[in-house]
């Protein structure tokens, strides 16, 4: 997410260190290559061009602090620009006063509606909400028995009238449904439809026209850049849009949707779309999305998220052995399957504050298939290998390599950084060993130590 945004503003940075002063002539590279960059990662020129004046006004002829470079402080009026051009702040899902409220999605064909709905429903749900999922779409083969799935997956309700029904006719059935069902909240998955097609774009309105629903929400794919702009400014001119939800922006590399919409349209991004599971869902906060885009990371969003789906006793209870130094193979099976829950391993990397750049410039990638071998490997060894790895000799080691279908040297490679890890943690801990040692009179470590082995 934002890979390429956030390569070239580090570079536009870059030209302001060591200067006393920002000021128009030492600016004005550094703004042309933000220029460049915002506008290779398709963000509204017109955007851009507002941007870019903003930063100017802000920055010109102020007098960089003495605790901080003039390439920091550059950082800072981008990050709160940022934050500005995206809505400023997070915008809640709106509720009725009395039960249900009526949550209409809307948007073109093929951005994902219907999986978006289920992530939508799931993420009620787990706010304590009982929300009832509409199926809508009778045009699209397959739809209606794709939102039962998605329902059935997500652990909630769901309601059509069928394929051959009117979609205003199933829609205006739902809250009769959701009564009967007690659901306190109703999702209409309407379907995809071109904006230039008026006879779709009458029928939503008409939906619209009956259901009086509290929120409108168009779904839009992140990927499509400003294609995804232009359609929701189109839908807005038809439907009072109340949010958007953007689809797929871990694919996005570029971000030109995410900084470009609200300006455009006027209407808040709500929520983004960061994965294919269905808990794959995130609440926009702009804050944090520029915190992502200048590579400071979103470790709130990281709490949160782990807050949400690690198991807390489970953690606990590692936490106590990694103090004692007796923690074994299988704990660190079940970390690595928490871990696993929480999203993919690249975009847990990218919200902890500085870890890519310090992966980048160590040369080090974590790939998704590194900790599927690994739970291989381990998942091929007995109980009693796991508990206790010392017995693992070298006809141990040849039948866990076969089970797993790993070489011979993968195995010895994860004994070896396992056995490092503990005695690592073992020296943090009792604030010993090299890691200790490296630290100075204030605590800290000093350039180019790290705390992590190669595991």
């Given at each position: 997410m934002?890979?390429?945004?956030?390569?070239?503003?580090?570079?536009?940075?870059?030209?302001?260190r060591?200067?006393?002063?920002?000021?128009?002539?030492?600016?004005?590279?550094?703004?042309?290559?933000?220029?460049?960059?915002?506008?290779?990662?398709?963000?509204?020129?017109?955007?851009?061009?507002?941007?870019?004046?903003?930063?100017?006004?802000?920055?010109?002829?102020?007098?960089?602090?003495?605790?901080?470079?003039?390439?920091?402080?550059?950082?800072?009026?981008?990050?709160?620009?940022?934050?500005?051009?995206?809505?400023?702040?997070?915008?809640?899902?709106?509720?009725?006063?009395?039960?249900?409220?009526?949550?209409?999605?809307?948007g073109?064909?093929?951005?994902?509606?219907?999986?978006?709905?289920?992530?939508?429903?799931?993420?009620?749900?787990?706010?304590?909400?009982?929300?009832?999922?509409?199926?809508?779409?009778?045009?699209?083969?397959?739809?209606?028995?794709q939102?039962?799935?998605?329902?059935?997956?997500?652990?909630?309700?769901?309601?059509?009238?069928?394929?051959?029904?009117?979609?205003?006719?199933?829609?205006?059935?739902?809250?009769?449904?959701?009564?009967?069902?007690?659901?306190?909240?109703?999702?209409?998955?309407?379907?995809?439809?071109?904006?230039?097609?008026?006879?779709?774009?009458?029928?939503?309105?008409?939906?619209?026209?009956?259901?009086?629903?509290?929120?409108i929400?168009?779904v839009?794919?992140?990927?499509?850049?400003?294609?995804?702009?232009?359609?929701?400014?189109?839908?807005?001119?038809?439907?009072?849009?109340?949010?958007?939800?953007?689809?797929?922006?871990?694919?996005?590399?570029?971000?030109?949707?995410?900084?470009?919409?609200?300006?455009?349209?006027?209407?808040?991004?709500?929520?983004?779309?960061?994965?294919?599971?269905?808990?794959?869902?995130?609440?926009?906060?702009?804050?944090?999305m520029?915190?992502?885009?200048?590579?400071?990371?979103?470790?709130?969003?990281?709490?949160?998220?782990?807050?949400?789906?690690?198991?807390?006793?489970?953690?606990?209870?590692?936490?106590?052995?990694?103090?004692?130094?007796?923690?074994?193979?299988?704990?660190?099976?079940?970390?690595?399957?928490q871990?696993?829950?929480?999203?993919?391993?690249?975009?847990?990397v990218?919200?902890?504050?500085?870890?890519?750049?310090?992966?980048?410039?160590?040369?080090?990638?974590?790939?998704?298939?590194?900790?599927?071998?690994?739970?291989?490997?381990?998942?091929?060894?007995?109980?009693?290998?796991?508990?206790?790895?010392?017995?693992?000799?070298?006809?141990?080691?040849?039948?866990?390599?076969?089970?797993?279908?790993?070489?011979?040297?993968?195995?010895?490679?994860?004994?070896?950084?396992?056995?490092?890890?503990?005695?690592?943690?073992?020296?943090?801990?009792?604030?010993?060993?090299?890691?200790?040692?490296?630290?100075?009179?204030?605590?800290?470590?000093?350039?180019?130590?790290?705390?992590?082995?190669?595991?």
């Amino acid at each position: 997410m934002f890979e390429s945004l956030s390569q070239r503003l580090e570079r536009a940075f870059k030209n302001l260190r060591g200067q006393g002063k920002l000021t128009e002539k030492n600016m004005k590279d550094s703004l042309r290559e933000i220029r460049m960059a915002l506008l290779e990662a398709d963000v509204n020129y017109k955007v851009v061009k507002q941007f870019i004046e903003d930063v100017q006004a802000a920055a010109v002829g102020q007098n960089v602090l003495e605790s901080i470079q003039p390439g920091q402080q550059i950082v800072k009026i981008v990050h709160d620009e940022l934050i500005r051009v995206m809505g400023g702040a997070n915008e809640p899902l709106r509720f009725a006063d009395a039960p249900p409220t009526v949550i209409m999605l809307v948007g073109l064909q093929g951005q994902g509606k219907t999986t978006t709905a289920g992530k939508l429903a799931l993420h009620l749900k787990k706010k304590g909400h009982r929300p009832l999922l509409v199926g809508a779409d009778v045009y699209r083969p397959a739809a209606i028995r794709q939102l039962e799935v998605v329902a059935q997956q997500a652990g909630v309700e769901s309601f059509s009238l069928g394929e051959q029904a009117d979609p205003v006719d199933t829609c205006l059935m739902s809250r009769g449904e959701a009564q009967m069902r007690n659901c306190d909240v109703i999702l209409l998955d309407t379907a995809g439809r071109l904006h230039v097609n008026e006879e779709m774009m009458a029928e939503v309105r008409r939906i619209h026209a009956q259901m009086k629903p509290h929120e409108i929400l168009f779904v839009a794919n992140a990927m499509t850049g400003q294609d995804a702009v232009n359609s929701a400014r189109q839908f807005n001119e038809a439907l009072p849009l109340t949010g958007v939800i953007l689809t797929q922006m871990d694919g996005d590399a570029r971000g030109g949707a995410a900084i470009s919409l609200t300006h455009v349209t006027g209407r808040p991004i709500k929520f983004v779309g960061t994965g294919e599971k269905l808990d794959a869902l995130d609440a926009f906060h702009p804050s944090r999305m520029a915190d992502q885009i200048l590579g400071m990371g979103d470790i709130v969003s990281l709490v949160e998220k782990a807050q949400e789906t690690v198991d807390q006793e489970k953690a606990l209870a590692f936490q106590e052995k990694a103090r004692k130094a007796n923690w074994d193979l299988e704990d660190f099976l079940g970390q690595m399957q928490q871990l696993k829950k929480m999203g993919s391993i690249s975009d847990l990397v990218t919200k902890i504050p500085g870890m890519s750049k310090m992966m980048g410039s160590a040369g080090m990638d974590l790939e998704e298939d590194e900790f599927r071998h690994m739970e291989a490997i381990i998942l091929s060894m007995t109980p009693k290998e796991r508990h206790n790895p010392k017995i693992i000799n070298g006809s141990r080691r040849r039948r866990i390599a076969d089970g797993s279908g790993m070489a011979l040297q993968d195995v010895n490679r994860l004994l070896k950084d396992f056995e490092q890890t503990r005695k690592m943690m073992k020296s943090m801990m009792k604030g010993k060993g090299p890691l200790g040692r490296a630290k100075g009179k204030r605590g800290k470590l000093p350039k180019g130590v790290g705390p992590f082995p190669g595991m």
